[in-house]
């Protein structure tokens, strides 16, 4: 099954077209929740609007996602 959540693959369409994604939880009507790399923030994308990779990781596992997304640690916030 493609559409699973761990799923690595990359967004085509919208403003994070061309970043790569990981699916977190899959919704109802082909909708999916993913992370991308441009933006770490989760939210509700169309599966069609994905490719999809050959590659899973462990969606609760934030270390292996930020690390397929090539997402460095964060810098403190400064006051």
């Given at each position: 099954?493609?559409v699973e959540p761990g799923r690595v ?71």
């Amino acid at each position: 099954m493609l559409v699973e959540p761990g799923r690595v693959c990359i967004k085509k369409f919208g403003r994070d077209a061309g970043s790569m994604a990981v699916i977190t939880s899959v919704g109802q009507n082909g909708y999916v929740n993913i992370v991308t790399s441009k933006r770490q923030k989760e939210r509700k994308c169309n599966a069609r609007h994905l490719e999809f990779l050959n590659e899973t990781v462990d969606p609760k596992n934030k270390d292996q996602v930020n690390k397929i997304l090539g997402i460095s640690a964060q810098a403190p916030k400064h006051k």
